[in-house]
């Protein structure tokens, strides 16, 4: 107390300033209504600022939950993207009202993520509670990036594109010609479409998409471009180094692709196998 004390006495005199000039400030404001306005208008501009940078900290705060929202509205989209048919070279086809496609999407998030070994796997935030099984496709909003390998009630871990053990059945999409989608295990931002026919016509940066013979991903979901072209000197087939379009170090919100009929399609195929000849 006594030091805010001799802190009033020492600084009276340019208090009493202070004081004074306000109070003139006051009455020429007051009394003037030029300076009345200009004041008005200090006072909102200051008022205007300072809201600015309060919603900007509620912004900042609240990007997780707008992240969500996104993500909800992405896997509606990706949804309907799915389950529209494909109209070029096909007749219109109606369904009957009500009628559900025949993919699910789940959404989810990765919360561990490797990259730098032979075999790598990420673990995401959704499981068989949420929906999630075995064999499920899952991309992001680039495209492919791995298929569900293990589910626990909450969490599931997926084997990466960027595994020697990846396999997926791949096209170019300009002219349906097929290959093997693979891993060599060099770099992360490529793979590799190997075993594409000697006939295929194809030419740097061409698109490459998923097939039509998967029951696990729907057709021309995107996987990346031609970077280079090899042709294997024995079959004379072509192996085509694929830029992914995903970084696959940088794995975020993805999605879970089900195929309600999946299990049908294979059993299907299973019964119509040729026997085995002895």
Known sequence: MQQIINFLLKNSINLLFLLL???SLTFTIQSHSYHRSLAVSSANSVTGYTYEKINEVESYFS???QNDRLSHENAALKRMLFNTQDTVN???L???ENTPGNYKVYEAKVIKNSYSSQENYFTINAGTAEGVKEDMGVVSSQGVIGVVEKTSAHYSTVISILNRKFRLGAKIKKNDHFGTLTWNGKSTGFAQLIDVPRIASFAKGDTIVTGNESTIFPENIPIGTVETIYRDKVT???TLEVRLFNDMTS???IYII????KEEIEQLQEE???EEQH
């Open 94 to 96: 109606t369904l009957p």
């Open 63 to 65: 990007l997780r939950e």
């Open 258 to 261: 089900e195929n309600k009929h």
């Open 272 to 274: 119509t196998k040729p």
């Open 251 to 253: 794995l975020g919100y």
């Open 90 to 92: 096909k007749p219109p």
């Open 21 to 23: 000039l306000g109070i």
């Open 236 to 238: 004379q087939n072509f």
